[in-house]
């Protein structure tokens, strides 16, 4: 089975600090999605990536940024966190082969920033 | 755009019931659908991905279809248990490059035994 993981089911965290949140994935997916999701806004999507540095935003990156140095980890870092940035997160991975394929999720971190 | 909807938003139902979830989105142009489960606080749960193709696909008591003239697609879900309670959405391709996806907000299912 496809595993995603992501590093941490809850984080508190102080306005103002760098925070980073790591998801890995095991089947070696091209692809990696970063997602939020608010209460009665859904899913939006954050960044993605298709390739090992290589990354594309999506509906709502400002204030964030994303790295994948290696091909199963992909991470998302808040620069300076602020309230408006507590959220549920969500990572997905999905392999690139044709037109689409079935996409994974992680377990989601639930963050607060205080 | 792709735009994604779903109806119910809610649904409450009786042990046993078979039920419909609905599905629509608005660029019919899609090659797949895919229906998740969200069980709250928790991620998402792929539960079936139907290719254009295909038309139908089934797991288990769940059976999906896709219908791109009329941009729709269905979840049927047979004799719901307690335990099938839970948030379900769809995702459709945002575009013809078909790497990313466009959620629908989702029905929030209850099951009462």
């Known amino acids: 089975d496809v595993k995603v993981t992501q590093s941490s089911r809850y984080l508190v965290k102080r306005t103002g600090e760098k925070v980073f949140l790591e998801c890995v994935q095991d089947?070696?997916?091209?692809?990696m999605f970063w997602y939020r999701q608010d209460p009665g806004l859904g899913l939006r999507l954050i960044y993605f990536s298709y390739d090992v540095k290589m990354k594309e935003k999506g509906d709502i990156p400002e204030g964030y940024s994303v790295s994948r140095e290696k091909k199963e980890r992909f991470s998302l870092i808040l620069e300076s966190a602020s309230t408006n940035q507590t959220s549920m997160y969500l990572c997905a991975s999905r392999e690139q082969v044709g037109l689409g394929t079935e996409a994974f999720f992680g377990q989601g971190t639930r963050l607060t920033v205080v | 755009k792709q735009e994604v909807t779903q109806i119910p938003a809610a649904l409450s139902v009786p042990e046993g019931e078979n039920l419909v979830l609905n599905c629509s989105f608005t660029d019919s142009a899609i090659y797949n659908l895919q229906w998740f489960r969200q069980d709250p606080g928790k991620g998402l749960t792929s539960l079936l991905l139907?290719?254009?193709?295909?038309r139908e696909q089934t797991s288990g008591r769940l059976n999906a279809s896709l219908d791109k003239s009329s941009g729709r697609s269905t979840l049927y879900i047979a004799a719901s248990q307690p335990g099938d309670s839970a948030t379900y959405l769809c995702?459709?391709?945002?575009?013809?490059?078909?790497?990313?996806?466009?959620f629908g907000p989702g029905t929030r299912l209850s099951v009462l035994p």
């Open positions: 089947m070696d997916h091209e692809n």
């Open positions: 995702a459709a391709p945002a575009d013809n490059y078909g790497q990313n996806f466009v």
């Open positions: 139907i290719q254009s193709s295909q």
